[in-house]
């Protein structure tokens, strides 16, 4: 019985099932904790769930898709100034949350992009995605909205350089936590 | 959103349609990689909307503008590194932030923390990138909007 509960995992599920209870409970009593923080879960759980699998099956069809590096010469060491640019760009094109990126920095990793660029790509989806800036523009306005950008891209460009010149010379791997065996 | 579903709609459609083994493939990795990370994930989202119901929004804004300073600006970093806010509440968010008379600064510190700096989402991280990667790429991420802030009040 145990092995069975360790094989399916339920252990990692343990604190969804007593959220999941709570939920169920304050549906009855009224309880407000359990109501509001209920109401966050699902408007997380929603974007979460509406994404995820859609960013996965994108990812899956390009891993078999492209040969591993391939994608060397336009983002991998020595690509340069462009590297740079087109890492920047993609980033850019992409919406979501920022657990989002990481397989997506798994999977250019593997592909042959270089550490800098990596985390040129995690910095430019946390800050720049193109639909969060039309956002931000409306908020808060044209120009802070500019200088923010403005003075967010060299940080974690700065932040790129700075992460390659530590982890050249040692290990550095992005895992890929799995189901099961890939 | 749309565009990523026909995107991946259409990739699949092309992907079927020129190796079906590959394609299946292809999926099977993609449902392991949403497998292995969704009880995690779960439990942080379970955790963020727990903490966000005890400290609500009303009460992130009096934080925020009770200290000026250079306690705001800590408290701006401290509550950006924390909070797991999605963009379309921290824009309106931070909005009121300006109008209630926090400065640009203190909200540009607030803004940036809270987009590259996430220290509930820290153990997803790790599970990528490993503990070392992890807290150095936030370490930095802080370090930097504390600069980005900085740049804003000179030039705002």
Known sequence: ?182 | MYILIVITVVALLASFWADRGKTLKGLKKSLNMLLGILPMLLNVLILVSIVLYLVPKETLVQWLGANSGLAGYAVAAIIGSIALIPGFVAFPLAALLLKSGVGYAVTAVFITTLMMVGILTLPVEIKYFGRKVALMRNALSLAGALLVGLLIRVFM
């Open chain 1, 1 to 182: 019985m145990r092995k069975l509960i360790q094989k399916i995992g339920l252990g990692e599920y343990l604190l969804v099932v007593m959220f999941g209870l709570v939920l169920l409970i304050s549906r009855f009593t009224g309880w407000s904790l359990g109501l509001g923080a209920g109401k966050n879960f699902w408007s997380f759980f929603s974007e979460m769930i509406a994404f995820l699998p859609l960013m996965f099956i994108l990812i899956g069809l390009v891993d078999v898709w492209v040969p591993n590096n391939k994608i060397e010469k336009h983002i991998g060491p020595g690509s340069g100034i462009m590297g740079t640019f087109w890492i920047v760009l993609l980033a850019m094109l992409q919406a979501g949350p920022l657990y989002g990126a990481f397989p997506v920095a798994y999977l250019l990793s593997k592909k042959g992009c270089s550490i800098k660029n990596v985390f040129i790509y995690l910095g430019a989806f946390s800050t720049l995605k193109i639909p969060m800036l039309a956002f931000e523009i409306g908020f808060l306005g044209f120009k802070f909205s500019l200088l923010r950008t403005l003075f967010t891209l060299p940080v974690f460009i700065g932040i790129g350089y700075i992460m390659e010149w530590y982890f050249k010379d040692r290990e550095f791997t992005i895992d890929l936590p799995a189901y099961g065996k890939l």
